[in-house]
């Protein structure tokens, strides 16, 4: 990789640490200006979860895991110019200010408790996704009827993140987020930038608790628990933060991650038009904010991707390992016959139909596992495919190729599926997960590796290119898609 000049480090550690908290793990990376990982630490971290939609994580173990893998990075590499944090977006702490200890488990962005209390709200004109923080928040708040008397700060993790690494001795740590994630929340005001007191009128929630929004990235604390007192000089969203760091900073750019599920983003080139949802189901939000000018982009959403692999293996036994997938032959693509619709969690961009069923269309007696594996990677394909084509209708702009990173893009066959589906090259990045890679251009960016933004661009890594190599079968698969619609009527009637 090439970058624009040296940068002289040689009174620290030579490289930036980027905390990485995903939804399944922890990841501490140290990369050096090169844009080279010298080491990564990670611990497993996942949720609790049971029957009734409640997900919960441990926030006292998530501190002190993050504290142990950055302390386990600095004793070997010593300390760091910058720290960045990227993080999943949208779940939910809340902590005694003094302490910086959590009052309450860690709400996760996946728990679906408040799905009732955001229906409530919309009958008086609020409109909020369970997903987002703000209902959570106020579930917590429920649990104690003197918490709002209390000196209680809430945060999302990046947030915690800050306050407990610069909090110490008599000082309490530094309350801040940055509007990648303050938009996630769900009390976010785009017309004034801030906390939206309509919403936090609302819900009884005290605005003294909140962090204050800044810059995604700057001299935003001193990580004082750490050794040498490293500057945290970045905060970005997970999604944002892959968006970066597959180097999309021009209109139209556009990348897919796919994990669990899957999220498109494509930066746009002004404020949006509507702060809610799109007319092709994808939804604005911060790409990130530098020198207090903020960037946007839209985003498509998939609720199931990689998990439909998982349900292969746990729920049908069809395959041993999830990696079996990955051997799947692509022989029977051009006479494909079975179809299968990947909505076992409903359908996310464009349809939102909560109440569409995961359904496979063809089964004959000559039906083997082969058909049903090519079978599930098409449907995610196309999924992505219907994401694209949202994205590009609803922000005028065309996406002419797509990077892509996650999990399941070591999956040749389904990158060659994708772009097939897509009908444009995909370019698969070297990294699987490029959020580590995007906080790590943040940081270097605020530490004066690059005179300009724009320069992130002269930024070379080698891409796996896959152009399509064969016509679309999307014809057959939407007649499949819209037979799978509204099979739960009563579902596919709720919007957020």
């Not at 589906?421 to 370019?427: F, G, L, R, T």
Request: glycine fraction near 8%.
């Amino acid at each position: 990789m090439t970058v624009s000049r040296e940068l002289n480090l040689s009174t620290s550690g030579e490289y930036v640490l980027i905390i990485d908290v995903g939804s399944s793990s922890i990841r501490v990376s140290a990369i050096d200006q090169s844009f080279d990982f010298i080491n990564t630490y990670s611990v497993d971290f996942l949720p609790v979860v049971n029957s009734d939609g409640i997900v919960e994580f441990n926030a006292s173990e998530l501190r002190s895991s993050v504290l142990s893998l950055c302390e386990a990075a600095i004793n070997a590499h010593g300390t760091p110019k910058g720290i960045a944090i990227t993080n999943q977006r949208a779940s939910t702490i809340v902590w005694d200010r003094q302490t910086a200890d959590p009052v309450f488990n860690g709400i996760s962005w996946q728990d679906l408790r408040t799905v009732g209390d955001c229906l409530g709200l919309q009958a008086e004109g609020i409109r909020l996704a369970p997903n987002v923080s703000a209902t959570k928040l106020a579930y917590i708040l429920n649990q104690d009827t003197e918490s709002r008397k209390k000196d209680l700060c809430f945060g999302t993790i990046e947030s915690y993140i800050i306050f407990f690494l610069s909090h110490g001795g008599d000082k309490n740590g530094t309350h801040i987020t940055d509007p990648s994630n303050v938009a996630l929340t769900g009390m976010f005001d785009p017309d004034t930038f801030d906390w939206s007191d309509r919403i936090l009128s609302k819900l009884d929630i005290p605005k003294n608790m909140l962090p204050r929004v800044v810059n995604s990235c700057g001299e935003l604390a001193v990580a004082s628990r750490l050794k040498g007192s490293p500057l945290i000089c970045g905060a970005l969203g997970d999604q944002q933060a892959s968006l970066l760091g597959q180097v999309c900073i021009s209109p139209g750019d556009a990348k897919a991650t796919f994990g669990t599920g899957a999220m498109l983003d494509q930066l746009i080139d002004t404020s949006p038009k509507i702060y809610g949802q799109s007319p092709n189901g994808t939804i604005p939000v911060v790409a990130w904010s530098l020198q207090s000018r903020i960037y946007w982009a839209l985003e498509a959403v998939m609720l199931a991707a990689g998990s439909n692999i998982q349900w292969l293996k746990d729920g049908l036994g069809l395959i041993d390992d999830v990696s079996q997938a990955n051997d799947v032959d692509p022989a029977g693509y051009v006479n494909q016959d079975v179809f299968f619709v990947p909505a076992l969690s409903g359908l996310g961009t464009p349809n939102w139909d909560f109440g569409a069923s995961g359904a496979f269309f063809g089964l004959s007696l000559a039906t083997d596992k082969n058909k049903i594996l090519l079978a599930v990677l098409n449907g995610i394909a196309n999924l992505a495919a219907d994401m694209k084509e949202a994205a590009v209708k609803d922000s005028t702009l065309p996406i002419e190729s797509l990077k892509i990173d996650g999990g399941m893009t070591k999956n040749r066959v389904f990158c060659q599926l994708l772009a097939n589906a897509c009908q444009i090259p995909v370019e698969v990045s070297p990294v699987v997960e490029a959020t580590t890679l995007g906080a790590a251009y943040l940081a270097y960016y605020q530490l004066g590796l690059f005179d300009e933004f724009s320069e992130i661009k002269n930024i070379k890594k080698i891409t796996t290119l896959v152009e399509p190599n064969m016509n679309s079968n999307r014809d057959k698969w939407n007649e499949a898609k819209s037979r799978a619609l509204k099979w739960i009527p009563e579902l596919s009637g709720i919007s957020f």
